[in-house]
């Protein structure tokens, strides 16, 4: 069966058990209750099928200083300045990370996997 000749199926299965009346159309808004469109019901169904991730709380609603909040929020919005971000700028970066000399500099890498980062985890916990 060729694609066209399938499509044409799928589209007959679909509507076979369709009557067809003289009523007007009418359109009808899905995402409420009562088939009306809303700017809110509109803005609540494009979180449709997401998942809600608490994650501000832990950056936001802790007792660090608000230097150290702000931090973690560019980090955890990949916008600190590492030599990645340069490099995808086109601007001037060190190759490897200035601290270990092993890895490029990435905030993953320094955050976490740089061994002096491991290191000064290790000693904080
Ligand atoms: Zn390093």
Avoid at 56 to 82: E, G, M, Y
Avoid at 99 to 117: G, I
């Amino acid at each position: 069966i060729g694609p066209i000749v399938s499509v044409y199926l799928q589209v007959w299965l679909a509507i076979e058990h369709i009557t067809l009346s003289d009523t007007p159309d009418q359109l009808v808004w899905r995402w409420t209750a009562s088939g009306i469109y809303s700017a809110s019901s509109c803005y609540l169904a494009t979180f449709q099928g997401s998942m809600t991730c608490f994650s501000w709380k832990l950056i936001w609603k802790n007792w660090a200083p608000p230097r150290v909040k702000f931090f973690h929020w560019l980090a955890s919005q990949d916008r600190c300045w590492t030599a990645d971000r340069l490099a995808r700028r086109g601007l001037q970066h060190q190759p490897r990370c200035p601290l270990c000399d092993q890895a490029p500099e990435t905030m993953r890498h320094l955050l976490l996997e740089c061994p002096f980062a491991r290191q000064t985890w290790h000693e904080i916990l």
